[in-house]
């Protein structure tokens, strides 16, 4: 998982193209957790089912543990 200070593997800064757009969901966001989350189930399903490569489950696993530090980090910046 990364942080503005220590980007992590799946760095979506590194890895855009050229003017790609990107939207970025910070820990201060009480909803962020909650979407992240989403994502994570999505992409689960979509590998179980073929859409997406085995390869992926890391990067669901990077977005379990960042909606859980999300969480973690507002406890203790409230």
């Not at 760095?11 to 989350?37: G, K, N, S």
Request: aromatic residues 8%; positive net charge.
């Amino acid at each position: 998982m990364g942080t503005k200070n220590n980007p992590g593997k799946f760095d979506c800064y590194h890895a855009a193209a050229p003017d790609e757009p990107m939207f970025i969901l910070l820990a201060r966001d009480a909803h962020a957790p909650l979407i992240v989350e989403a994502w994570a189930n999505n992409r689960e399903d979509a590998i179980n089912r073929g859409f997406h490569p085995e390869s992926d489950r890391a990067k669901v696993v990077e977005a379990r543990q960042c909606a859980d530090a999300m969480r973690a980090w507002r406890k203790a910046n409230r």
